[in-house]
């Protein structure tokens, strides 16, 4: 009788690393008699012909599997992990009994994976006095707690080997990223402040008193930035994305209008854009005040013509 007992079902590591399993077991000293010993210690993940394989037989882990086995306990070490090593590990040992096949289910799943480092911000508003930024190193996979990341600014390294950077002061163009010591090819994305944000209109054609306008403001930040729309000489914002929609502007809507985008690396405003909108019925309007105006001219005019010629009849010749 075996009991194979694992001390642990589920575990992750980074793309390059090395990871250790380990196995504890026990057996019967003697069985019937007969003193038990061990045949064959392995780790096997798959099953050919109702045989576990040997890992160390397997093409995939050409030399990179050892076996560390004594006083009933073997560790499997795989270096240069790849994220195909990602499977169920299970160890297998034979003993001389009859039947004496013995391995332990479950088995530890192990999974590998690239870091996916990503960089938290989060900025303090405490006071206008104490205003700080805090950049976090976040991983999806467990490290070892003792490991160092590096922080980079503009691709420079920093002094920091902590998972957490503390900015004070930093410029608005400033761009950093992060990365695990030992495993600088999967660096974080890079943040960064939005850069100067652009704006469109839609439709680009003339803008006619009744349509529906769209104003989009766009700008490349990473985090994502935030949008607020605004209109020159108004004190409140428009709206808190990056489109405004008229759904049927007016005339008194023309105007200059400028978005905004900001995260909590920094803050970029837009060029003004001036929207201009065409009074539909005006030109019917104007063209009534018009003639209008036309016909009162005219009107005065006659008037001041008839007047003319009745003057001219009071008027008698002298003799």
């Not at 560790?75 to 332990?104: C, H, Q, V, W």
């Not at 009162?296 to 003319?308: D, I, L, V």
Request: hydrophobic share 30%; proline share 5%; net charge negative.
């Amino acid at each position: 009788m075996c009991y194979v007992i694992f001390n642990a079902f589920f575990f992750s590591s980074i793309s390059g690393s090395t990871a250790e399993i380990h196995s504890k077991f026990r057996y019967l000293s003697t069985i019937n008699d007969i003193k038990t010993r061990i045949q064959k210690m392995f780790w096997f993940t798959t099953v050919k012909d109702n045989e576990p394989v040997d890992l160390k037989t397997d093409p995939e882990y050409s030399g990179r599997v050892q076996y560390q086995c004594e006083n009933n306990d073997c560790t499997l070490r795989i270096s240069d992990l790849r994220e195909s090593d990602s499977a169920e590990y299970k160890f297998m040992l034979i003993t001389n009994d009859p039947g004496g096949k013995y391995t332990g289910s479950p088995g530890v799943t192990l999974t590998v994976t690239d870091p996916q480092l990503q960089v938290h911000v989060r900025r303090s508003t405490v006071n206008s006095y104490s205003n700080w930024t805090e950049l976090t190193c976040h991983n999806n996979c467990q490290l070892p707690d003792q490991s160092s990341y590096i922080w980079y600014r503009n691709g420079h390294k920093l002094s920091s080997d902590e998972q957490y950077l503390q900015l004070n002061t930093f410029d608005s163009a400033d761009r950093f990223y992060c990365a695990v010591k030992g495993y600088e090819i999967f660096p974080s994305p890079t943040v960064y402040a939005p850069k100067l944000p652009s704006v469109s209109v839609s439709p680009s054609a003339e803008i006619v008193e009744g349509s529906s306008v769209t104003l989009t403001c766009s700008s490349d930040a990473n985090p994502a930035a935030n949008y607020t729309w605004y209109k020159e000489d108004v004190i409140n914002p428009l709206s808190y994305q990056n489109q405004h929609v008229f759904s049927s502007i007016l005339p008194s809507d023309s105007g200059k209008y400028y978005c905004t985008a900001d995260n909590d690396l920094g803050q970029k405003r837009s060029e003004s854009r001036t929207i201009d909108v065409k009074c539909d019925h005006c030109v019917v309007l104007l063209f009534i005040i018009i003639s209008f105006l036309r016909k009162k001219r005219n009107s005065k005019e006659s008037s001041k013509t008839e007047g003319r010629a009745d003057n001219k009849e009071q008027v008698k010749p002298e003799i």
